[in-house]
């Protein structure tokens, strides 16, 4: 029987009110790294702490990777209905257009 692994895209919200998005096979492990400040390149550096706003499990790290570069482009609006699991408005952005 094939092993179960758990993946996880994340949204961490920075202290400069920044979205931060991610993948890791850790949640808890990734989280408290990104507040340590274990990488001081890392974006999140400079704007912790970080607050888990959302995160999505996958089962193959390809989804997983697929979603967070996806959910990359997205408005913050976008993220934000993102966080309510509010699909239709998703889709309502999704489908505005900018003039």
């Known amino acids: 029987m094939p092993a179960i692994h758990n993946y996880f895209v994340y949204i961490l919200e920075?202290?400069?009110k920044?979205?931060?998005?991610?993948?890791?096979?850790?949640l808890d492990i990734r989280i408290l790294q990104h507040n340590a400040g274990e990488n001081k390149t890392a974006y999140t550096f400079k704007?912790?702490?970080?607050?888990?706003?959302y995160y999505k499990r996958f089962d193959q790290?390809?989804?997983a990777i697929e979603f967070e570069k996806q959910v990359k482009g997205w408005s913050r609006k976008k993220k934000e209905a993102l966080f309510d699991e509010d699909w239709d408005e998703i889709v309502r952005l999704s489908n505005y257009k900018n003039k």
């Open 14 to 16: 920075c202290s400069d």
């Open 18 to 26: 920044s979205y931060y998005v991610g993948v890791t096979n850790d």
């Open 47 to 53: 704007r912790r702490p970080v607050i888990l706003m």
């Open 61 to 63: 790290i390809i989804h």
